[in-house]
């Protein structure tokens, strides 16, 4: 794998490799975007190539021994750490013992490269301990913090960061990806590529057909004119459930279902968008007060997930804000006009 091998972000990947070739390079950068884009992958490229022994034109040659050590995840020199599945924030026990292993000096003589990912996860406390690698990293070393949004980080670390953006994939880019990893079955990769919010992780998982007809049964019942709000909880639940024990699955399977509530409840809005694979529609009744309640309601869930609140209280809410949004948001106006 090289630079050539990664699809999309062009100008993020010329940004850094002219930093490097003017001898500018940064020590801390945030890769900042949307799951599943591929930032991780694009720190761990570059940490490959800087560690590389026979670079010669800033690309990682995948044959010396570093590449095959990068390669096999087993570079003394590249750390790359995250947040642990299951807890929601990043520990400060766990921050200290990575920034001990990370101010040694490079086993193998070169620089050192560290991958924070999860970041939106640091806390006052994993952040605070975490700054003076920051302002004083060991020589030769270059860190890269990854995280979806600007928002969720603590201004004292971005202000010692270059900040780099990271877009969805676009439709074709998305197909490439699939061609590459020859990832083939029975889908309308089309759909898929649309629907996917330019996430490849989110792409592959669309590709399994049980996700479709959980999909189909849930909006079927939104669309009722009276929706079962106990039956929705536990259609969400069994769905997201069926990923296994570990909440991390379990929480990629729930923001892919609110996160597709959130395209289709688009579509509803701009009607008649056959792009949509789902041909369900709200009833006429349903005004637009109506769905921009429910809009909010996705969006508040896609906030909780993010933040790790526990599934099923944030399921219940959602189903509950979906479902009776426009009365909630009927009754705050009342109670703000008193
Ligand atoms: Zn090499």
């Not at 990947?13 to 599943?36: S, V």
């Not at 699955?249 to 289709?264: K, P």
């Not at 909010?296 to 949004?325: H, K, P």
Request: hydrophobic share 40%; charged share 20%; glycine share 6%.
């Amino acid at each position: 794998m090289s630079w050539k091998d990664i699809v999309g972000h062009e100008s993020q990947i010329k940004y850094m490799l002219q930093a490097w070739k003017t001898n500018k390079l940064g020590q801390a950068y945030f890769f900042h975007g949307l799951d599943g884009v591929g930032k991780r992958t694009l720190a761990i490229e570059f940490g490959k190539a800087l560690l590389c022994t026979s670079n010669s034109t800033f690309e990682a040659c995948g044959l010396c021994p570093s590449c095959k050590l990068v390669e096999a995840e087993n570079h003394p020199d590249l750390q790359v750490n995250g947040c642990p599945k299951e807890v929601h924030e990043f520990p400060r026990e766990l921050m200290k013992e990575i920034l001990e292993g990370f101010s040694f000096k490079a086993s193998r003589g070169g620089a050192k490269v560290l991958v924070i990912d999860d970041c939106d996860l640091l806390n006052e406390e994993s952040g605070n301990i975490f700054l003076k690698s920051l302002e004083e990293p060991p020589p030769h070393s270059i860190i890269f913090l990854i995280g979806t949004s600007l928002e969720r980080q603590l201004e004292t670390i971005l202000s010692r960061c270059q900040k780099l953006a990271f877009h969805g994939l676009n439709q074709s880019e998305i197909a490439k990806v699939f061609s590459n990893n020859q990832i083939e079955g029975s889908f309308d990769l089309n759909k898929i590529a649309s629907a996917c919010g330019g996430s490849v992780s989110q792409a592959i998982m669309l590709t399994n057909p049980e996700f479709s007809q959980v999909e189909d049964s849930f909006f079927a019942e939104i669309v009722m004119p009276m929706p079962d709000p106990v039956k929705l909880v536990k259609m969400v639940m069994d769905f997201i459930e069926g990923a296994g024990k570990e909440t991390s699955g379990q929480r990629v399977r729930a923001r892919w279902l609110v996160h597709d509530t959130l395209s289709w409840l688009r579509n509803q809005i701009v009607t008649g968008d056959s792009l949509h694979r789902h041909r369900f529609l709200l009833p006429a009744a349903v005004n637009i007060e109506k769905v921009m309640a429910m809009l909010e309601a996705c969006f508040q869930a896609e906030n909780q997930i993010q933040r790790r609140v526990q599934l099923s209280l944030t399921v219940q809410w959602w189903v509950d804000g979906l479902i009776w949004a426009d009365s909630l948001a009927a009754f705050d106006s009342r109670v703000g006009a008193l």
